[in-house]
């Protein structure tokens, strides 16, 4: 084996090795959906006596709630608001939720004031306590507490009067734990907005001309000091920029204060222990929301669903589709470990996707072998390791652009979303990574190895590449005419189109409780009684949508849309009927788990990603290439939102996920397509030129003689960029035949034995697949002639490249 092949292997080895380690030794961690968590229930207080907060403030507490949970690495959480001033957060896998509740629970007021002396005794009945003036202000309106000097005790136990708020949180851009070199205590790094910057930088000036005690700055949360540092810098400098909050903090410590700094101060006071029992924080343990006869039967769906596939793999490309299967494997583990590693929250529909992701991995695979079919059939004398290694090198482009694209999405959802839909893009960049390994890498090793095999080279049939395939030669014998009939597709999409928007507009969308709120009620049941069973009977009561779980004291927790209390009544009935009496042990109303900023970040990051996936493919292709592509994903969402319009199905957060899938596979399988256009296109001119070089050296030498070869002689059989297009989707034909094959095998699988809980989201997924599928086919090459032929910036390549510039157009 040459060099570069060893270090692979080894690349290989010690990468699988370090993966099974991570996999054995880190426990994964489970959403709510199948292992349960803690529910926290927090009571919010107006900032004026004897009222009740307003609902915009209290969505603005559950907006900096959230930004705590995701800063606390818990994902997948829920964070909704709960009748008129109470938050409900539901966290997986949190061990402890009382030090979730100290950092939640904290108003997180961060102030910056000025030490203005030592405190002494002519202050003590003048000057009060810090957190003693801010509860007086809350009691009246007219005392500003944040104007006026204060009380405060340094670290070392020291009385210090500060002067009037320089700084507030609000100022402050971002919070980083540290830990400064050769320190054994943590600090806090924080960074300041250009005013704060400004602000601090006047506060560091004037204290570092000053005396001690004066030449400190207080740093105060929640009205109680954490730290007072001296400023240190000559006088007459300053600050600005950042700075560093220090003092004895631990690791847990500081994580849990840049948590605080960078998820900003709550606008209103969560209530406490001391504000009575009956508002005080409540924690309690709940259930898992799915059944575990719903789990068994989606697992067992998923592992159907991915044998099959990977016996279709293998029927098709035989020994080489074996050794892509065991490629897959490796896929799989390495996904998993860097899942686990990162600490993600594994829900039923993202282990859904993550079995999805296995098929659809099999695609970078296809794609090699399909190329290694071509070279094989045009030079069989080459051998099939030859084949192959140009299959990997013609088909490395669209598998780079396919998954930089899935890549640039990726990206721009984890930066600028929030909650499940920053969670994907999290899960989507670790299944691209991983699936470029297996494909590019691993399964290149294990293929190239076992095609080098002398039995196998004198027997090629066995390795699935010594034929183009039955697909391929059925489209070569009909060489069918899919592009020259694009008004009928397009007309056609359009129809679909029109009446999948009709469906929104007439059924309107069933938004789940993500989007829309509900109802929360905890019942005390008589009779014990498993949440299995209680699905069973709310559901045969007529919600079969309703999320049941378990509380404490084996209590059961019913969660559906905006119900009517005689709705409610119905679901109270049904259970007495099963357990002798239900009691209500609390009845509330939910706020939109999905709705607000959360909502809006999710599609402004959507929007920008394929914005980024456009231009993208306007510089590694042309601009045509983008707006077809965007269109012929574009047909693919509205066409599934339309039918599950139609069909009165859930749109949720899972639907949610199920569309960004959707939208990746589309674009996706446009790529690859495009990728052929591009390749044969530029074939066709690079030809051209050799024919007119050809032709000029011809019409030298025959010059004496009399005879001319005319450029125009020498592009008679040049064909045009419709012929061009047309063969390209026919080649590519047998690749999108075969991986949707394969990825509908556990989409069907799913769907029809993965239970209730999955049937939703797999068939949105099969849906989107196949009019992926098509519109790939049938409708992105369309496009991509009309606009190409119809543009004032796209003229026809024939036309620039086959006329000399010194050429006046003239025949002699």
Do not use: H
């Not at 007529?542 to 709705?567: K, L, M, Y």
């Amino acid at each position: 084996m040459s060099r570069g092949i060893i270090l692979r292997l080894l690349f290989v080895v010690a990468l699988l090795a370090a993966c099974a380690a991570a996999a054995w030794k880190i426990e994964p961690r489970l959403g709510i959906d199948l292992e349960g968590g803690s529910q926290i229930t927090l009571t919010v207080l107006s900032d004026k006596a004897g009222e009740d907060p307003t609902a915009g403030d209290v969505d603005q507490v559950v907006e900096v709630l959230r930004q705590r949970v995701d800063g606390l690495g818990v994902s997948e959480s829920t964070v909704v608001r709960s009748g008129s001033n109470r938050i409900i957060i539901e966290l997986p896998g949190v061990e402890n939720p009382d030090e979730a509740l100290e950092v939640l629970g904290q108003t997180a007021q961060l102030e910056v004031r000025p030490v203005v002396r030592a405190f002494s005794q002519a202050d003590a009945g003048t000057v009060p306590e810090c957190a003693e003036a801010a509860a007086a202000a809350r009691e009246d309106d007219s005392t500003d507490a944040e104007a006026q000097e204060c009380a405060v005790t340094d670290e070392q136990g020291q009385g210090l009067v500060v002067g009037p708020v320089a700084l507030k949180g609000n100022e402050i851009t971002g919070a980083q734990a540290e830990q400064p070199q050769n320190q054994v205590d943590w600090a806090v790094t924080v960074d300041f907005s250009s005013s704060g910057s400004d602000a601090f930088g006047e506060l560091s000036k004037a204290a570092a001309c000053a005396q001690n005690p004066a030449n400190r700055i207080a740093i105060l949360l929640d009205d109680e000091p954490i730290s007072s540092p001296e400023v240190t810098i000559p006088c007459g400098g300053s600050i600005t920029g950042s700075t560093q909050i220090t003092g004895s903090f631990s690791q847990g410590e500081a994580d849990d204060l840049a948590v605080l700094i960078e998820g900003g101060s709550l606008p209103l006071r969560i209530a406490g222990e001391a504000d009575g029992d009956d508002i005080a924080p409540d924690v309690r343990t709940i259930g898992p929301t799915l059944g575990n006869s719903a789990i068994k039967s989606s697992a067992e769906a998923g592992i159907i669903g991915v044998a099959l596939t990977g016996l279709f793999v293998i029927f098709v490309y035989r020994f080489v589709g074996f050794l892509a299967t065991i490629a897959l494997a490796t896929y799989a583990l390495i996904s998993y470990a860097m899942l686990v590693f990162l600490g993600a929250t594994l829900t039923l529909p993202g282990l859904a996707g993550f079995v999805l992701a296995i098929g659809l991995a099999i695609d970078a695979n296809v794609l090699v072998f399909e190329r290694a079919r071509e070279e094989f059939a045009a030079n069989r004398a080459a051998g099939l390791r030859r084949a192959l290694q140009v299959g990997f090198n013609k088909a490395f482009t669209a598998i780079l652009d396919s998954n930089v694209t899935t890549l640039l999405a990726a990206i721009l959802l984890v930066f600028l979303a929030s909650g499940p839909v920053q969670g994907f893009g999290v899960t989507l960049i670790i299944g691209t990574v991983a699936s470029m390994i297996s494909a590019l890498v691993i399964a290149r090793i294990l293929t190239t190895a076992g095609v080098s095999s002398r039995w196998v080279n004198r027997n090629p049939k066995v390795t699935g590449l010594a034929s183009v395939g039955r697909v391929r030669l059925w489209l070569e014998r009909k060489n069918p005419r899919l592009i020259q009939r694009r008004k009928v597709f397009v007309l056609g999409s359009l129809t679909a189109c029109i009446i999948a928007v009709a469906g929104i507009a007439t059924q309107g969308l069933n938004l789940g409780l993500e989007f829309t709120g509900g109802r929360n009620v905890v019942y005390a049941t008589e009779q014990a009684i498993t949440p299995d069973r209680a699905r069973e009977v709310i559901a045969d009561a007529g919600f079969p949508e309703a999320v049941v779980q378990t509380a404490d004291a084996g209590d059961i927790s019913v969660r559906t849309g905006r119900i009517s209390d005689a709705e409610e009544g119905q679901i109270r009935e049904a259970l007495d009927q099963e357990v002798g009496v239900a009691e209500v042990v609390s009845d509330d109303s939910l706020g939109a788990a999905l709705g607000g900023e959360l909502f809006r970040n999710a599609i402004i990051a959507l929007v920008l990603a394929l914005l980024a996936q456009m231009i993208y493919l306007a510089i590694r292709f042309k601009w045509t290439f983008g707006v077809a592509a965007a269109l012929a994903m574009a047909n693919d969402v509205i066409l599934v939102v339309g039918i599950f319009a139609w069909l009165g199905k859930p749109i949720d957060g899972v639907f949610l996920a199920a569309a960004l899938t959707i939208i990746g596979l589309s674009i996706n399988d446009t790529i690859v397509v495009f990728d052929r256009v591009r390749e044969k296109w530029w074939a066709t001119g690079q030809a051209r030129k050799d024919r007119l070089a050809a032709a000029a050296d011809a019409d030298a030498k025959s010059a004496e003689g009399g005879t001319v070869l005319t450029k125009q002689a020498a592009e008679v059989e040049d064909p045009d960029f419709v012929d061009v297009t047309n063969r390209a989707v026919i080649e590519t034909l047998p690749r999108t035949v075969n991986t949707g094959i394969g990825s509908i095998f556990i989409l069907a699988a799913l769907t029809i034995l993965g239970g209730d809980s999955l049937q939703d989201f797999a068939l949105a997924l099969l849906l989107g697949l196949l009019f992926g599928t098509a519109s790939t086919t049938l409708l992105a090459g369309p496009l991509l002639t009309y606009f190409n032929q119809r543009s004032p910036f796209s003229r026809d390549k024939k036309e620039r490249t086959s006329r000399d510039p010194n050429d006046s157009g003239a025949v002699v």
